[in-house]
């Protein structure tokens, strides 16, 4: 085999290790890539169906529930425009707490039950995860021109 041929062998061989390689790191990044979805999200139908994701918000006063074994809650997320009641088995980290913010990332089922895998929740009193701030700040803008916007029209009947 002439020089020439056993470089375009080596070439072509490093391109094809190449190529695989950048397939599985791909696809490994793309089976561990995990979105988040707000209430109102889910709702709308926005989140994916049978894949996992996160949502968060605040958990709703006077919504958890422990079921019979002790090991398995139900809780209400909410965004203060949708609720989305989930479901965890296991221990609850120690910071979680009705009214304060969390995440969970779970599936969830065709009954719109959210099965989470995983609870996070806030590491000091101040602290919201930046998507669950987001998806509160922007239930609180839609809130907040929708009663506008019935004021607006209340004024408009009256006169």
């Given at each position: 085999?002439?020089?020439?041929?056993?470089?375009?062998?080596?070439?072509?061989g490093?391109?094809a290790?190449?190529?695989?390689?950048?397939?599985l790191?791909?696809?490994?990044f793309?089976s561990?890539?995990?979105f988040?979805?707000s209430?109102?999200?889910v709702?709308?139908g926005?989140?994916?169906k049978?894949k996992?994701f996160?949502?968060?918000g605040?958990v709703?006063?006077?919504s958890l529930q422990?079921?019979?074994?002790?090991?398995t809650l139900r809780?209400?997320?909410?965004?203060t425009e949708k609720?989305?009641?989930?479901?965890y088995?296991?221990i609850?980290?120690?910071?979680f707490?009705?009214g304060k913010?969390?995440?969970?990332?779970?599936?969830?089922?065709?009954d719109?039950l959210f099965a989470?895998?995983?609870v996070?929740?806030?590491?000091?009193?101040?602290?919201?995860?930046?998507?669950?701030?987001?998806?509160v700040g922007?239930?609180?803008?839609?809130?907040?021109?929708?009663k506008?916007?019935l004021?607006?029209?209340?004024?408009?009947?009256?006169?």
């Amino acid at each position: 085999m002439k020089p020439r041929h056993k470089r375009i062998a080596l070439i072509l061989g490093g391109l094809a290790i190449l190529a695989l390689a950048a397939t599985l790191v791909l696809n490994a990044f793309q089976s561990n890539l995990v979105f988040f979805f707000s209430p109102t999200q889910v709702a709308a139908g926005e989140a994916p169906k049978g894949k996992s994701f996160r949502i968060g918000g605040m958990v709703k006063e006077g919504s958890l529930q422990r079921q019979a074994d002790g090991v398995t809650l139900r809780f209400v997320v909410t965004d203060t425009e949708k609720d989305m009641t989930v479901s965890y088995k296991g221990i609850l980290p120690d910071l979680f707490q009705e009214g304060k913010g969390v995440v969970a990332q779970g599936r969830l089922g065709d009954d719109g039950l959210f099965a989470a895998s995983e609870v996070l929740a806030k590491h000091d009193e101040n602290y919201l995860p930046p998507e669950a701030a987001k998806a509160v700040g922007d239930a609180h803008q839609r809130a907040a021109a929708n009663k506008a916007a019935l004021e607006a029209s209340a004024k408009t009947v009256k006169q």
